[in-house]
């Protein structure tokens, strides 16, 4: 599970969030990305495993 702080939530808008369908996700790798109008930040798995 992803989430955003209520802070973030209250202090953004537009946010796009960027998650692969499915596949494998390894532990501290890059697997999507969470965007607005001012910055995209990486999104790096916890854990390895698969998603989808």
């Known amino acids: ?3 955003m702080t209520g ?3 209250d202090h953004s808008s537009d ?3 960027e998650l692969p ?3 494998a996700v ?3 790798k890059n697997f ?5 109008v001012k910055v995209t930040r990486k ?3 916890p854990v ?5």
């Not at 999507?32 to 607005?36: F, H, P, Q």
């Not at 390895?48 to 989808?52: D, I, V």
């Open 43 to 45: 999104v790096n798995a």
């Open 26 to 28: 390894a532990q501290g």
């Open 21 to 23: 369908v499915s596949g």
């Open 1 to 3: 599970m992803i989430g």
């Open 7 to 9: 802070y973030i939530q």
């Open 15 to 17: 946010v796009y969030v």
């Open 32 to 36: 999507g990305a969470v965007e607005n």
């Open 48 to 52: 390895s495993g698969l998603s989808g």
